[in-house]
């Protein structure tokens, strides 16, 4: 009929076949040929089915060993000469000895605290030179302050030789009788480490340094002159004084006593001085007879 609507026609796709399948068929499994094979066996298949990226393995495990092996070997050697280095820094008699072993050694961490134990011998140094000897003291403080301004160039703000290095010069300078630039020192210490003990002496010491009092004693300390003793002559010659013999079987030297004085003048001793005073005693020779203090009394005795 019209009104009745016209069917329309879904096309439905047709479905896949069914593949048949046996229930008796075995499934295909394929065999990995190391799974019976023993570990070494394994390594030696693959080397052989692959050997440039079996072999390329083998060569970086060894080479990554190596490189343990030689780092190792050169931590090692560095902490064996950083030890013989502070065995050295001990054993150092000089000023000298210890600037030689940090110049020899510049990128050891032991140069910079040689440097250190250098200029604080120089300063010790230099204050045992005084006062008296001045010129001496004067040239081994500066040494000392050379030596403290090296280790300020090298070493950080952070670093506890560049604080003590700071202190030293400072001290330097003061002994120096450099006083302003002493202060100023003093300054710099207590401004760049303010939590350190030594700012706080730096502090004072800046403070006594700008009173009067310290320009005088310093002056007077370089003004001051040892006493030179006058020896009399032959004064610088040993004297003999009488020992003891040793007692027998003794380790102790014997030395012969002074022998005593005679009891009386020897001739020599007579005759020395009537020969040396003719000349002397000659007006006296002309006097002696009229001056006998038996005759005396009887030219000079009034009659009665």
């Keep these: 009929m019209k009104n009745e609507p016209t069917p329309h026609h879904n096309p439905v796709a047709p479905a896949a076949p069914v593949k048949h399948q046996y229930e008796h068929a075995t499934p295909t499994v394929i065999h990995d040929p190391e799974e019976d094979m023993m570990l070494l066996a394994r390594w030696v298949h693959r080397a052989m089915k692959d050997p440039a990226r079996f072999w390329g393995w083998v060569l970086g495990i060894c080479a990554a060993v190596l490189g343990l092996v030689v780092v190792a070997n050169l931590l090692t050697s560095g902490g064996s000469s950083t030890s013989n280095l502070w065995t050295d820094v001990e054993a150092a ?53 050379d030596l403290f301004d090296q280790i300020g160039r090298t070493e950080p703000k952070t670093s506890p030789v560049a604080l003590a290095a700071a202190f030293g010069k ?23 480490w303010p939590d350190s003990p030594e700012a ?46 040793a007692p027998a079987n003794s380790i102790l030297p014997t030395v012969p006593l002074i022998p005593p004085p005679t009891s009386s003048p020897s001739p020599a001793a007579e005759t020395a001085p009537a020969a040396a005073t003719p000349a002397a005693d000659a007006p006296k020779t ?7 203090p038996a005759e005396a009394p009887k030219t000079d005795a009034p009659k009665p």
């Design 93 to 145: 008699r000089s000023a000298d000895d210890l600037t030689q072993i940090a110049t020899n050694n510049p990128r050891s961490p032991v140069a910079p605290w040689a440097l250190l134990q250098a200029a604080s011998r120089l300063y010790e140094s230099g204050i045992n030179d005084l006062p008296g000897n001045t010129d001496p003291a004067l040239q081994s403080l500066k040494k000392a302050i």
């Design 200 to 245: 706080a002496e730096a502090k004072k010491l800046a403070a006594s340094l700008q009173k009067p009092e310290a320009a005088t004693f310093y002056k007077d300390l370089y003004a001051f002159k040892k006493p030179v003793v006058a020896l009399p002559p032959l004064g610088s010659q040993s004297l003999d004084f009488p020992v003891n013999p």
């Design 170 to 192: 400072a001290r330097a300078l003061e002994a120096r009788n450099e006083l302003p630039k002493a202060v100023d020192q003093y300054k710099l210490v207590a401004d760049t």
């Design 286 to 292: 002309e006097t002696a007879p009229a001056a006998t």
